[in-house]
């Protein structure tokens, strides 16, 4: 399948219907529920947009020199995943998504901190960070581009791509998002058909097979929980 049309079938979808007909999916922060989300999760700083673009790929440690080299190189439609390394300092403000949209880029996503979340959110750019801070970082260190990182617990290469909404963030091959988006998008239609009609006043367990499904697990037998419509 083709990116233009992966996106164009992506962009309607929700994170979570993806990962439903895909659980093995990489999701960025996976671990998070163990510690304070706050304090942790890599989160997007302006709410309500949807990201789909292929990751290229920057390595840094408290220096956004290379986030520079990245930006510059970087192809229309392209997402910055940033791996700070752990990084203390903000290694992104408000420039560098200015300058992605002037080129076309898809999305800036920072394993670490960014500054300027004022200017940022108001930016028709999809931009997730795990933190922020008002110090920034030196440009003294020129580390590595377009390399295996790691972003939000998990690897992504480049090329890889990258999904995300409110909810988080999906990393997958195109091929695993190929053969995920027709379940994905059947997920969502159901979702969308039980929505409105307990919105119509029907009980959401009556589009459910609650009862029987538990009776076969009392009963040892193999079952799931599924949706009747």
């Not at 233009?4 to 999916?25: G, I």
């Not at 195109?174 to 919105?199: D, S, T, V």
């Amino acid at each position: 399948m083709e990116f233009d049309e992966l996106r164009t079938r992506l962009m309607p979808l929700d994170t979570a219907c993806v990962c439903d007909a895909n659980k093995t999916l990489r999701a960025a922060d996976p671990a998070v529920s163990q510690l304070r989300i706050a304090d942790s999760a890599i989160r997007p700083v302006r709410t309500g947009l949807k990201l789909v673009g292929r990751a290229h790929t920057i390595r840094c440690h408290n220096d956004f020199l290379t986030v520079i080299k990245g930006l510059g190189d970087a192809q229309p439609g392209e997402v910055l995943v940033i791996d700070s390394q752990g990084s203390d300092r903000a290694v992104s403000g408000s420039l560098f998504p200015t300058e992605a949209i002037r080129k076309g880029l898809a999305g800036i996503v920072v394993d670490g901190p960014c500054r300027d979340t004022r200017a940022i959110r108001t930016l028709e750019l999809p931009y997730y960070a795990r933190s922020f801070t008002p110090y920034s970082g030196t440009t003294s260190n020129l580390g590595e581009t377009q390399v295996p990182v790691t972003c939000g617990g998990v690897t992504v290469n480049p090329g890889d791509i990258l999904f995300g909404d409110d909810d988080g963030l999906v990393i997958a091959t195109a091929e695993e998002l190929a053969a995920a988006l027709p379940i994905a998008e059947e997920i969502q239609r159901k979702e969308e058909i039980l929505l409105g009609r307990m919105a119509s006043g029907t009980s959401l367990l009556e589009m459910m097979n609650f009862d029987a499904h538990c009776a076969a697990l009392e009963a040892g037998e193999p079952s799931s929980l599924q949706f009747t419509v």
